[in-house]
């Protein structure tokens, strides 16, 4: 369904979760009246933020709207406009089931939510769609990752140093400790305060600090006290966390990962694991599109090299759009997003040509 004139935005929509706590979302309407499928973003990261919740999920509004999508992007809880106290993963799955609940109830939707979004916002699609909520058809993960103990918070037994600390510094500790500066101690809020501003100042400094875990750090980061434990690290690898809910799961998934970032591993694994719950290629309804991007660079320059306009995701919106109104597609189960020579930086080496090759599913008997 299409739709053209007037679209609507509902500002700042309080959404109650189970146990009380307001959630806030905007909500994007097509039109004065009718009931549509809704594209639901869980963000960390500012409801109002265009440059997150659009350029970075790769998902042009106008254009689901004029498609006749509702399109609603919430703060997650203890996040910038929601109520709560934020833990990072804790909720998210509660919270989604909620979330998807209430709005199956609001007479502009159709009863069908679908869900996009990348790094943490596809975090919150992973958790989401292991709880089994009723309504939810379809996700899209952008940028993001299976777990979040191994492939995010550690790897290999060891911590996910640089990323965690600048998860903190830059996304996760200003707006947190700003909220909590009300009901902290004096002396918490001073040390909270002034080692988020060294940090900020010297990020490159961050990395050498000597105990990594220290008073300052909880103080602005209570929840660091639970990632950098060595027995949790040891351990993380064999924590198989959601992933045995997620292949009971018949949600279909487009995973879009980067072969630059950081989470590119624990994106394919997801993969694997919600292609395991099919015994026969034609029976899969996941897609796997990995393109060359970074994490939060979904541009065609990575590094020192531009890979040609193809290569960003300016048009990675009709693939998404597509996949969630088919959500039986006809394509390649696993494909590259652009076919150019990319620059190889060893001396010495030839450039890598595309397309890429990937793996085909064949059916089995």
Not at 46 to 64: C, N, P, V, W
Not at 118 to 133: D, E, F, I, K, N
Not at 316 to 338: G, V
Request: with cysteine; aromatic share 10%.
């Amino acid at each position: 369904m299409s739709t053209t004139g007037t679209f609507r935005i509902l500002d700042s929509v309080e959404i109650p979760m189970r146990d009380g706590t307001i959630l806030r979302a905007n909500v994007w309407l097509p039109g004065e009246a009718g009931n549509w499928p809704v594209l639901l973003q869980r963000t960390a990261y500012r409801k109002d933020d265009a440059f997150g919740t659009q350029y970075i999920s790769a998902l042009e509004f106008m254009a689901a709207l004029r498609r006749g999508y509702a399109i609603v992007v919430q703060d997650t809880r203890g996040r910038y406009a929601s109520d709560g106290a934020f833990v990072p993963f804790a909720n998210e799955a509660q919270d989604g089931v909620d979330t998807i609940t209430w709005l199956r109830q609001q007479r502009f939707c159709n009863g069908q939510v679908m869900m996009f979004g990348g790094s943490y916002v596809g975090a919150t699609q992973v958790l989401a769609a292991s709880a089994h909520p009723e309504g939810l058809i379809a996700v899209s993960p952008h940028l993001t990752t299976a777990r979040h103990g191994e492939s995010w918070t550690y790897r290999g037994g060891t911590h996910e140093l640089a990323f965690l600390l600048l998860w903190i510094i830059e996304s996760l500790g200003p707006e947190d400790l700003q909220r909590r500066m009300k009901d902290m101690p004096e002396a918490d809020a001073k040390r909270a305060t002034r080692a988020l501003a060294e940090l900020q100042r010297d990020p490159q400094a961050a990395f050498s600090r000597l105990p990594i875990l220290d008073d300052d750090l909880v103080a602005l980061a209570p929840y660091a006290a639970t990632w950098f434990d060595a027995a949790r690290a040891a351990s993380a690898a064999q924590d198989l966390e959601h992933l045995d809910a997620l292949r009971s799961s018949d949600v279909p998934f487009l995973i879009t990962p980067g072969w630059n970032d950081l989470f590119v591993e624990g994106a394919i694994e997801l993969f694997e694991t919600v292609r395991s719950r099919h015994n026969h290629a034609e029976d899969v309804r996941d897609r796997l599109i990995i393109g060359p991007w970074s994490h939060g660079n979904p541009s065609d320059w990575q590094g020192d090299f531009w890979l040609g306009y193809a290569a960003s995701t300016a048009t990675l919106f009709t693939e998404q759009l597509a996949f969630l109104t088919q959500r039986s597609p006809t394509s390649d189960h696993l494909r590259p997003w652009c076919a150019t020579s990319v620059p190889d930086p060893t001396p010495g080496t030839q450039p890598t040509t595309g397309p890429f090759r990937v793996p085909r599913i064949e059916s089995s008997s």
